[in-house]
């Protein structure tokens, strides 16, 4: 069974950027479809991007300041937060998309000037 690891969050200030990373224990070639999820408190966990051969997926709410890659070799994916607003605070996950495996720990993200 793969295990995937989120690293990488910290206090981002508005306009500001960074980079999430999810890596995987192995080899992740197998795996079609990865996505970056989040959940901030009192919310539900929302699907915010994906990536799989066929292309990117991106939520309304981040399209166009958030960039989702992959390196299969260094069996992780990324997320490129830029101009983080407010509302973008949360644990942010990764997983399978559709997810199929257990959810980790996640990595949080704060939003503060």
């Known amino acids: 069974q793969v295990q995937l690891v989120e690293s990488g969050g910290g206090l981002v200030q508005p306009g500001g950027s960074l980079t999430l990373s999810c890596t995987a224990s192995?080899?992740?070639?197998?795996?079609?479809?990865m996505g970056w999820y989040r959940q901030a408190p009192g919310k539900q966990r929302e699907l915010v991007a994906a990536?799989?051969?066929?292309?990117?997926y991106y939520a309304d709410s981040v399209k166009g300041r958030f960039t989702i890659s992959r390196d299969n070799a260094k069996n992780t994916v990324y997320l490129r937060m830029n101009s983080p607003k407010p509302e973008d605070a949360a644990v942010y996950y990764c997983?399978?998309?559709?997810?199929?495996?257990?959810w980790g720990q996640g990595t949080q993200v704060t939003v503060s000037s």
């Open positions: 990536i799989s051969g066929a292309g990117t």
């Open positions: 192995r080899s992740i070639l197998s795996i079609y479809s």
């Open positions: 997983n399978e998309q559709p997810p199929r495996r257990s």
